[in-house]
């Protein structure tokens, strides 16, 4: 039973382009969160999706970030125009029902670094 | 709204001393309490957690107890090894919020010295 897979592992970009970050949770879970962890500070909650439907986003950036997770395939971590205070490490994590976030398991995450 | 502060590091201990990383949260309701450890280059795991006041959570070696007098949920383990080496997370998850995301501290880098 794999766990939370995130690619790409490490994900370069110019200022100016788009990154396009996935995560495909462990079989059965139907929730996923996205957190952010900058250089030496802890994780940041972003967004939190069920399929097809955003719960609360109140941690996402207003401009540029967006996020999906639709019926079919990985969720989706959007950042368009990145600049390099977008540099940071990426995590996923799902849990398989929402009540109670207890059963959280993380990916491995992404790193974006942007040039 | 709900926070969670513990001890900056780096911390740095010889092979077999005794640890504690401290933690104190800051929580409507009744939270959960959680120690996450994140290994170089890897996810966070969970470690251990306690859902009520006096629970104690246990696991590896490392116990938290969950203080609601001090609001604390302190870290400790006797004898810890160089593969303990990593960054320790204190969270919470609070059922009185709409939709119970997980709190997390900044963390505290463990440096064990062979």
């Known amino acids: 039973n794999a766990g939370v897979m995130q690619n790409p592992r490490h994900l370069v970009r110019r200022r100016g382009q788009e990154a396009r970050l996935r995560c495909s949770p462990m079989k059965g879970h139907s929730h996923v969160y996205w957190y952010r962890q900058l250089p030496e500070e802890g994780l940041k909650f972003m967004v939190y999706?069920?399929?097809?439907?955003?719960?609360?986003e109140s941690g996402m950036p207003k401009e540029r970030f967006s996020a999906e997770f639709p019926k079919e395939g990985p969720s989706i971590l959007r950042i368009q125009q990145v600049v390099r205070g977008d540099s940071a490490a990426y995590f996923c994590a799902s849990s398989p029902d929402g009540s109670t976030n207890e059963k959280l398991f993380f990916g491995s995450g992404t790193q974006l670094s942007v040039l | 709204g709900n926070s969670v502060t513990q001890m900056e590091g780096p911390v740095t201990l010889s092979e077999e001393a005794f640890l504690t990383i401290n933690c104190t949260y800051t929580a409507t309701g009744y939270p959960s309490l959680f120690w996450y450890v994140q290994y170089p280059g890897e996810g966070l795991q969970l470690l251990l957690k306690a859902t009520k006041a006096d629970d104690k959570g246990s696991n590896k070696g490392f116990e938290a107890t969950y203080r609601k007098e001090t609001t604390s949920f302190h870290l400790e383990k006797g004898s810890v090894q160089v593969s303990d080496s990593a960054v320790y997370f204190c969270a919470l998850s609070s059922l009185a919020d709409r939709d119970d995301k997980i709190i997390f501290g900044k963390g505290t880098r463990l440096h064990i010295l062979p």
């Open positions: 999706l069920q399929k097809e439907n955003i719960i609360d």
